[in-house]
């Protein structure tokens, strides 16, 4: 677990992600620090919101890996397939099961899962990035998916790290380690400066205010997905 310092933190603010995080900082806030995020890291979230939360999010993390494969079919270097069938294959053959295993400790059981409808937050969500992706670019499917990839990460920090965290007898525990371990912050780091490394061959400075709008949508969507557990 990394500690609460400057070196640490300093990184969701470099390059062109931090950029696009600071120019939609009201959106970014609201979305890092909803009242889900709270109760979750207090350990107050009530157990049967968490439940709908877990099924709606393995609906999406679906959707969210048909993203990372078109991505791949975009791509216009190897170097680019790569790092994408890198995310893609962690999501498919780690997170994804991992998930399931995490949702089966709950109560949960695949067939309910796979039966379960999809929510309006998250039709919303998954219509946005699929269509989105399509539409776009390599460069635009990059910006659709850091806002959940980095951000995840920055609350899994932010809560790990808060001074009032106790993790003794806490119900969410496995679930923010997951996302405040070592491992998911190098994959946090290889994003951002992934976006560096291809933001001037795809004119990233020249379509700025486009993908800013898109970035800020995407931020947005995942806000109000936190709210799927009150369904």
């Not at 893609?88 to 309910?112: A, R, V």
């Not at 409808?117 to 539409?135: F, G, P, W």
């Not at 912050?185 to 976006?195: E, G, R």
Request: glycine share 6%.
């Amino acid at each position: 677990m990394f500690d609460n310092d400057k070196n640490t933190y300093s990184l969701f603010s470099e390059g062109l992600f931090g950029r696009l995080r600071q120019d939609c900082q009201k959106e970014w806030q609201q979305f890092i620090h909803h009242p889900f995020v709270k109760a979750l890291g207090k350990g107050s979230l009530p157990a049967e919101e968490f439940r709908k939360y877990l099924v709606q999010d393995y609906l999406y993390l679906l959707d969210y890996s048909r993203v990372e494969a078109l991505a791949i079919y975009k791509s216009n270097s190897l170097w680019e397939m790569q790092y994408f069938l890198s995310l893609l294959k962690g999501l498919i053959e780690i997170e994804l099961p991992l998930h399931l295993s995490y949702c089966k400790q709950w109560g949960i059981e695949i067939d309910f899962i796979e039966n379960e409808r999809k929510s309006i937050e998250l039709i919303a969500y998954s219509q946005y990035l699929l269509t989105k992706s399509m539409q776009g670019d390599f460069l635009d499917i990059v910006i659709l998916v850091l806002p959940c990839l980095i951000g995840y990460g920055e609350i899994g920090l932010n809560l790990l790290n808060d001074q009032e965290f106790d993790k003794r007898d806490h119900p969410y525990l496995s679930w923010l380690e997951t996302y405040g371990s070592d491992s998911y912050y190098s994959l946090v780091k290889k994003s951002i400066m992934f976006l560096d490394q291809i933001a001037f061959q795809y004119g990233a400075e020249q379509r700025y205010p486009m993908i800013l709008r898109k970035f800020k949508e995407v931020v947005q969507l995942e806000t109000a997905f936190w709210n799927v557990g009150k369904k």
